[in-house]
């Protein structure tokens, strides 16, 4: 028989690698009658394992970034995959376009830094468990900026021809124009002049930057 008594609120798994990290989240929420620490892991592994064995038992894992074993973009993306009813807060002391864009990417509820305040933790803390999302104030400048780079870059490649996405895969392949100009059969001018086009479209300087671009944008 189960003599566990079912908690009114919203049961937390924390993983993180640094007790102290852990024992000062605990300490925060111990006056928070609507959150509790049900359980806590010391790596990404051992997270998933405690979910695994009892998939209803949490509502919400509250995980580092940067952990042994499995990091914990990689535990979100599992935990997502598995048991999609867990809500996942990532910590991190990373603001960086690359680790928020992963996280993202592993359909993390929210993404907050490790410097937040209390006030800002617990007001994430509610958003998620009531269905929402929360991404630090921090970090909402690093996404916008980001998509509205990635925003450009679509229209600068939407403004690239048909010819040109050509050349410009000829050229990833480090083809001459003269090579290119033949593998066509059009003339040197020609696809000199399209160089010319795609290098002011692309909004690039040289050819090294034209091959970084094609590569970025999945041209090859």
Do not use: W
Request: aromatic fraction near 6%; proline fraction near 3%.
């Amino acid at each position: 028989m189960n003599t566990e008594q079912t908690f009114p609120g919203i049961d937390i798994l924390l993983a993180d690698d640094h007790q102290l990290v852990i024992d000062g989240i605990k300490s925060m929420l111990s006056s928070e009658p609507h959150f509790r620490i049900a359980a806590e892991a010391n790596d990404g592994q051992q997270a998933l394992d405690l979910i695994h064995c009892n998939p209803t038992r949490f509502q919400l894992l509250i995980t580092d970034v940067s952990m042994p074993l499995l990091s914990g973009v990689e535990l979100c993306k599992m935990v997502k995959q598995q048991h999609p009813h867990v809500k996942v807060l990532i910590l991190s002391m990373y603001n960086s376009v690359s680790v928020v864009k992963e996280a993202i990417g592993a359909e993390a509820d929210g993404y907050i830094l490790k410097n937040t305040g209390k006030g800002e933790f617990l007001t994430a803390l509610h958003r998620i468990s009531d269905g929402g999302t929360y991404f630090t104030q921090d970090i909402l400048p690093i996404i916008y900026n980001q998509y509205q780079k990635e925003r450009r870059q679509d229209q600068q490649l939407a403004a690239l021809s048909a010819r040109e996405r050509e050349i410009l895969s000829l050229i990833v392949k480090e083809l001459t124009s003269e090579e290119i100009a033949q593998r066509l059969f059009i003339s040197k001018k020609t696809v000199d002049n399209h160089r010319a086009n795609i290098l002011e479209k692309t909004a690039c300087r040289s050819t090294i930057g034209l091959v970084k671009y094609a590569i970025k944008n999945g041209i090859e």
